[in-house]
C-alpha cells in the first residue's frame, strides 16, 4: 500500500516558487543558511522535490548535489511526499523496553505502512524515531504535534482507528 | 518548598508530559471556574487566583500534576489531575479551605523528593517559562549581574574552584575549557549551547529549556563574558518543539529588556544569542558535527586537534557545553563556588540530573547530589521496580553507556566510579530493567540505534557497528553461532580503538557489557535457542504452561488475534495458526505460564 517513489512534483503542472524564493531572500546574507532554509521550504511545500531542490541551489549559489548531501544526511528531511497524520513512534530506551515495537507493529496492521512509509492515501506516514524525550510516560507516540503516553498497543490501535475516520 | 505568594496561585505542569496528560485543559478549566466564582478580583488577597503554567516538576508518571498555593498556608501538590476535577477542588480547597485528600498527593509522592537535592531544577515547577518578569522575580539574571562586577578571569577562576564538570557526558572540568578558549587568540569567538539531547532515555536537557530557559541564558551569559565570547548559539533538536518555542521567546524578551544584544545591562559586555534548529541527528551530539551542522553542512564530526577552542565554528574560538552545565552556573555566581564545591563527592561535585525511566515505579526527573548510590536512586527516588518483579539492570549512559546487575547496586554514583564499573555517566539517562527484559535484545536494540546514526565517515564505525549488528541479530533470531561471542567483543574492542569520535568509540559499550555481565543470556540463546527473559519471538514457543497456569483467563483478554481458546477452570491454549507472536499473553501472565 505504500507511495511508488515521487520525487518531483511537476508531472505538467505549474509549480509557484514564490514561498521558496522568499525564503531564500530572507536567508541570503546568513553564514550556514542551508538548514533553515530548507526546514522552512519543507514547511511551506510538504516535502522536498527535485524541482525545489534545484530551486534552492540556485538561489544559495550551491550545487544540487551538495544540497542534496544535506538533505540525506539529516533525518528530517523529506524527498517524498508525507500522509496527512505523521504517526511518531518512539523507539527511544525508555519505550523498547515499555514494548514500542509493538506499537509500529500495530500501524503496519492498520495501514499497511512500514518504517518511512505513506499510505496510498497520503494520509498515515509511520516515522520511528529515535527518542521524544518524554521517557517518563513511555511508550510514547505523537500524531503530528499530539503526543500520547502510557500506550497499550490495543489503545494506540484505538487511537489510530480515530484518525483514519476524521474527514479529510 | 520556599515559594511564597501574596495571591492564591495554582501552578499547572505544563511540561511535554503535562501537556500531552492534559495541561492546557486544566489550565483552562481553572481559569473558567475562577471567573465563574468571582475569583479573579485583585482587591481581595483570597479571591485572586491564578493559574500559571510552569515546567516539568519531575514526576511526569503522575501528571497532570498542580500545587495550590494559598497564602499563609502550606502548598498541596494534587497529582493526576484532569479538567473534570478542577471545580470540586477550586469549590472545597480554594473557596471552602478544605484540602481534597483523596486526591492529594501522599506520602509516595513526597518520597520522590527525599533523597532530591533540586537547586538546577529548583525553580522548573515554579517559574512560568514563558515570562520574563517572573524569572527576574525569583531572583533571576542576578549572577549575572554579579560576574559582571568581577574580572572575567574572577568568574573562570570561580568555576574552576566549584568543581563543576561538563554535564554532556564526558565529565570535562568545565573552568579549563573555558580557559582554553580564552586563551585563544581571536577576536570573535562563539558561545555554543549543546541542546542536541540525542540520547535515547535522556530528558533533562528538554526539561530545563521548557521549564526554566532564562536560566540556561543566563548561564550562557556567564560563560560569554567569562570566555570573551560575543556570540551565541543554542542548538536544540527540532524533536523538542515545546522547548524551541519556549527558548525563542526567552531570547527576544531578554534582547527587548536590554539582557541579550549590545552592552548588556548597559556594561561594556556584547552578547548576541541564536537558536539553531537540528534536523534529526545523532551525532551532531558530538561537538565538531554539531559546529558542521551550524555551518549548514552535513553533520559529521572534524578530527580533533584542531580543538573548537582553537579552531571551531567558522574557524574561530569556540566553546560548547552542554544546557545543564549552563544551567548550573548561576547558583555557583550567586552562592559561591565553596557552597557549591561542598555538595558531591571528591571529584563530582554538585548535583546531576537523571532521567529515570523503563521499569521503576515513579518514571521521571531527578536531580541528586553526586555520589549517591545506584541503590538509592533506583529503590528510594525511583520506588523500585513496579508488578513485583525482580530488578535485573540499569543502563546508564544510554547507547554510549553499559548496564549494571544486582552487584552493583552499593556502587557510588559520581563520574569515576561509573567508568570503573564499566558504565558512564553520560547525559544521565538512567533505564531500569526487570525480568523480563532480554539483555542481548537490549544490545541489539542500541546496536540497531548507533548504526543507523553513525554517520559513515570512518570506516570502523560505519563497517563495524553493521558487523556487530549483523551477528546480534543472528542470535536473537537463533541463528547465533558458537563463536559470536567472541567475534563481537574482538569487532567491538576494535571499534572503540579506532572511531574518529565518541560515536564509534562507545558505541560497542552495550554489547561489551552485556557480554561481561549476562554472558549466559547470550549462551542460552546461541546453544539453546531459548530467550530466558522471552523477549525475542523467534525463540518462544508460545505454549501454555500447565503446571504454572492458573487458569484465570488473562491471557485469552490480551490476545489481540483471538488465538487463545480459553474456558472458565480449564488451562489456556494457543492456536499457534493464528498467533502472531505479539506477546501479549506473556506480558499479561501474572504467573509466567506461557514459554
Known amino acids: ?168 | 518548598m520556599s515559594y511564597t505568594t501574596d495571591h492564591v496561585e495554582v501552578h499547572v505542569c505544563m511540561g511535554t508530559a503535562g501537556v500531552a496528560s492534559g495541561g492546557h485543559e486544566v489550565m483552562e478549566a481553572l481559569e473558567q471556574e475562577f471567573a465563574k466564582r468571582g475569583l479573579k478580583n485583585a482587591e481581595s488577597k483570597e479571591r485572586n487566583c491564578a493559574a500559571k503554567q510552569t515546567g516539568c516538576r519531575g514526576l511526569c508518571a503522575r501528571d497532570v500534576l498542580i500545587d495550590v498555593y494559598i497564602p499563609g498556608k502550606e502548598p498541596v501538590t494534587y497529582e493526576h489531575v484532569s479538567a473534570e476535577m478542577v471545580p470540586t477542588i477550586v469549590e472545597e480547597h480554594i473557596v471552602g479551605g478544605n484540602v481534597v485528600e483523596k486526591w492529594a498527593a501522599k506520602a509516595d509522592y513526597f518520597q520522590f523528593y527525599d533523597k532530591q537535592k533540586r537547586y538546577v531544577l529548583a525553580d522548573c515547577g515554579r517559574v512560568d517559562p514563558e515570562s520574563l518578569e517572573d524569572y527576574i522575580k525569583l531572583g533571576g539574571y542576578e549572577a549575572i549581574k554579579k560576574a559582571l562586577t568581577m574580572t572575567p578571569e574572577q568568574v573562570i577562576d570561580e568555576v574552576k574552584k566549584s568543581g563543576l564538570r561538563g554535564r554532556g557526558g564526558g565529565g570535562f572540568p568545565t573552568g579549563l575549557k573555558w580557559t582554553f578558549c580564552r586563551n585563544s587568540p581571536g577576536d570573535h569567538k562563539y558561545l555554543i549551547c549543546n541542546a542536541d539531547e540525542g540520547d535515547p532515555g535522556a530528558f533533562m536537557d528538554r526539561s530545563i529549556i521548557e521549564g526554566n530557559p532564562h536560566a540556561v541564558i543566563e548561564g550562557m551569559l556567564i560563560a560569554g563574558y567569562a570566555i570573551g565570547c560575543d556570540e551565541g548559539y543554542i542548538y536544540c533538536r527540532a524533536e523538542y518543539p515545546l522547548a524551541i518555542v519556549r527558548v525563542i521567546k526567552a531570547i527576544k524578551d531578554a534582547e527587548a529588556a536590554g539582557i541579550l544584544g549590545d552592552k548588556v545591562f548597559g556594561t561594556d559586555f556584547h552578547f548576541k544569542l541564536k537558536l539553531k534548529e537540528g534536523a534529526g541527528a545523532f551525532v551532531c551530539g558530538e561537538e565538531t558535527a554539531l559546529i558542521a551542522s551550524i555551518e549548514g553542512e552535513r553533520g559529521m564530526p572534524r578530527p580533533r586537534p584542531p580543538f573548537p577552542a582553537v579552531k571551531g565554528l567558522w574557524q574561530k574560538p569556540s566553546n560548547v557545553n552542554n544546557v545543564e552545565t549552563f544551567a548550573n552556573l548561576p547558583g555557583i555566581l550567586l552562592n559561591g563556588s565553596e557552597w557549591y564545591a561542598n555538595i558531591g563527592t571528591e571529584k563530582s561535585k554538585g548535583t546531576k540530573i537523571f532521567a529515570l525511566s523503563g521499569k521503576v515505579k515513579s518514571t521521571g526527573l531527578v536531580e541528586v547530589p553526586m555520589g549517591i548510590t545506584v541503590r538509592e536512586l533506583i529503590f528510594d527516588v525511583g520506588g523500585g521496580i513496579p508488578k513485583k518483579r525482580k530488578f535485573k539492570a540499569v543502563q546508564l549512559g544510554g547507547p554510549s553507556g553499559g548496564c549494571l546487575t544486582p552487584d552493583h547496586l552499593e556502587t557510588p554514583i559520581d563520574y569515576d566510579s561509573l567508568i570503573a564499573a564499566g558504565a558512564m555517566m553520560g547525559s544521565g539517562g538512567v533505564v531500569v530493567m526487570d525480568e523480563t527484559n532480554c539483555m542481548v535484545n537490549v544490545a541489539h536494540f542500541f546496536l540497531t540505534f548507533t548504526q543507523r546514526e553513525s554517520c559513515g565517515k570512518c570506516i570502523p564505525c560505519r563497517i563495524g557497528t553493521k558487523t556487530m549488528l549483523d551477528i546480534l541479530t543472528r542470535i536473537i533470531t537463533g541463528q547465533g553461532r558458537e563463536e559470536d561471542i567472541d567475534l563481537l567483543l574482538e569487532v567491538g574492542n576494535d571499534i572503540k580503538t579506532a572511531s574518529l569520535c565518541g560515536l564509534g568509540q562507545t558505541a560497542p559499550n552495550p554489547v561489551l557489557t552485556t557480554v561481561k555481565y549476562f554472558r549466559h543470556e547470550y549462551e542460552a540463546h546461541i546453544r539453546d535457542k531459548k530467550c530466558p527473559a522471552r523477549e525475542c519471538a523467534e525463540l518462544i514457543e508460545f505454549v501454555v504452561v500447565d503446571d504454572r497456569c492458573k487458569k484465570c483467563g488473562i491471557c485469552k483478554k490480551a490476545c489481540p488475534v483471538d488465538a487463545i481458546t480459553w474456558e472458565k477452570g480449564t488451562v489456556a491454549y494457543i492456536d499457534k495458526s493464528k498467533c502472531v507472536k505479539c506477546r501479549e499473553c506473556i506480558v499479561n501472565c501474572p504467573f509466567n505460564a506461557i514459554d
Open chain 1, 1 to 168: 500500500m505504500a507511495t511508488e517513489v515521487k520525487e518531483t512534483e511537476s508531472a505538467g503542472k505549474e509549480i509557484d516558487f514564490t514561498a521558496c524564493d522568499e525564503i531564500c531572500e530572507k536567508y541570503k546574507d546568513w553564514k550556514g543558511a542551508t538548514i533553515p532554509v530548507l526546514q522552512q521550504v519543507q514547511e511551506a511545500y510538504g516535502y522536498l522535490f527535485s524541482e525545489i531542490v534545484e530551486r534552492i541551489a540556485d538561489n544559495l549559489n550551491m550545487s544540487a548535489h551538495q544540497i542534496y548531501g544535506v538533505i540525506t544526511f539529516y533525518a528530517q528531511f523529506y524527498t517524498k511526499p508525507r500522509g496527512k497524520y505523521v504517526i511518531r513512534v518512539c523507539r527511544g530506551t525508555a519505550c523498547h523496553v515499555q514494548g514500542s515495537g509493538r506499537i509500529s507493529e500495530v500501524v503496519c496492521e492498520e495501514f499497511g505502512i512500514k518504517n518511512g512509509e505513506t499510505s496510498a492515501d497520503l494520509k498515515f506516514t509511520l516515522e520511528e524515531v529515535s527518542c521524544i524525550g518524554a521517557c517518563g510516560m513511555a511508550p510514547v507516540i505523537m500524531i503530528n504535534n499530539k503526543t500520547y503516553g502510557n500506550l497499550k498497543p490495543e489503545e494506540a490501535r484505538k487511537i489510530f482507528r480515530d484518525y483514519a475516520e476524521l474527514q479529510g
